[in-house]
C-alpha cells in the first residue's frame, strides 16, 4: 500500500514525465525537412504566388524549406511576353520573398521550349530569326534575367528539356533545334556564365534516370564540356510514380552523371498515384481518385526508396526540390496526390517516411 509521500513521489515523476514528453513532441514537430536533412543537402520547394503572401504558407515553407523555385514566375515567356515588354512582379516577389528570410533561390528557367520567348525566333518580317539576331536576343534576355537575381540566385537551370525521350534523335526537335542545333544550348551556357560567373549551372531534364534518355544526356553533357560549354551540374527532375522508376536505375543515373560534374540536384521532385511519369504536359489528373490507405502505402515507400538513394549519394547532391507545396498546387492536380502536404497543408504518411529516417541504412 502507498504512502501519502509515496503517492506524491510517483505522481510527480509520472507528472515530469508527461510534461518532458510532449515537450519533446513539440521540439521534434517544430524541426522541419531542412534541419533533418542539414547534413546531406538543402531541401527546396517551387512556389507560386499565393504560397509566398498566405501567411500560413509562408511559415509553413520557412518552417521546412531552405532553397525555393518559382514555379512558372522566372520563366522566359513570363519574365519577357516581348522583345520590349518585361514583367518582373511575380518573379520580384518569390525572390525578395528568399531574401527577407534567408532563404537560396533556384533560377528556374532560362531556355525552354514551352513558355518561352518565341518572338526571338521570328524576324521583324515574320522570317525566322538569323542565327545572329537569335542570338543577340537571346545573351540580351539572358544578361537582364540573371543580374537582376545574381544577389539572391545560387544555381539556374540554364536549358531545360532539350533531350528527347526515345526517338531516333538524341535531341528534341523543338523549333529552337530545328533552327539553331544544339548550338543554342552551348550559347545560353556561355550568355549565363558571363552574366554571373560565380552561379551553378544546370542541364535539366525529366525522365533522367531511364536508361535511354540517361545515357543521351550524359553524351550531350560530356561532349559540351568538351568544347567549353560551362555546364557544372545536371538537374533531375524526378517526375515519378508509386511504381517508378526503380531505385537501381536512379542510383546509376546519378552514379553516372556524377563522373561529369559534382552537382546534381533532384529539381522537381512529386510522385504521382499512378503509373504516369515524366514531364509531358498531357497526362491525367486522376480526377476521381481517392487517396486510399494501399495508395499512400505505396507513396511513402517510394518516396522512402528514392531518399534513400539520394542520402547514398550526398556527396554529389546538393539540393532535392519537391514540385509544388502541397497537392492542391500540383501542376500534376490535387487526386493524383502527389506530393508530402496534402490540399489542406497537413503532412500525409509520405511525409514521416522522408522526415523519420534511419540514417544507418
Partial sequence: MMTYHTKRTFLFVLLTLLLTGSANAQTHEAVGLKDVYRNYFTIGVAVNQRNVTDPTQMALIKKEFNSITAENDMKSG????????????????????????GIKLRGHCLVWHAQFCDWMMTDKNGRPASKRLFFKRLRKHIHTVVKRYKDVVYAWDVVNEAMDDGGPSAYRQSQL??????????????????????????????????????????????????????ITGIGMQGHCNIYGPSAQDVDA?????AELVSHIHITELDVRCNKEMGGQLQFSKGDTQQMTDSLAALQAAQYAR????????????????????????????????????????????????????????
Wanted: net charge positive; charged share 25%; glycine share 4%.
Fill in 253 to 257: 543515373a546519378l552514379t553516372k552523371y
Fill in 78 to 101: 513570363s519574365l519577357h511576353p516581348k522583345e520590349d515588354v518585361w514583367r518582373w512582379q511575380g518573379a520580384d516577389r518569390i525572390a525578395n520573398f528568399c531574401r527577407q528570410n
Fill in 306 to 361: 528514392l531518399f534513400q538513394v539520394f542520402r547514398n549519394h550526398k556527396d554529389v547532391i546538393d539540393n532535392v526540390t519537391f514540385w509544388n507545396l502541397c497537392d492542391g498546387d500540383s501542376w500534376l492536380g490535387v487526386n493524383n496526390h502527389p506530393l508530402l502536404f496534402d490540399e489542406h497543408l497537413q503532412p500525409k504518411r509520405a511525409y514521416y517516411k522522408v522526415k523519420h529516417f534511419n540514417p544507418n541504412n
Fill in 177 to 230: 533545334y530545328k533552327l539553331y542545333g544544339d548550338e543554342f544550348i552551348a550559347k545560353a551556357f556561355k550568355y549565363a556564365h558571363e552574366a554571373d560567373p560565380s552561379a551553378l549551372l544546370f542541364y535539366n531534364d525529366y525522365n533522367a534516370s531511364m536508361p535511354t534518355k540517361r545515357d543521351r544526356i550524359y553524351n550531350m553533357v560530356k561532349k559540351m564540356q568538351a568544347a567549353g560549354v560551362p
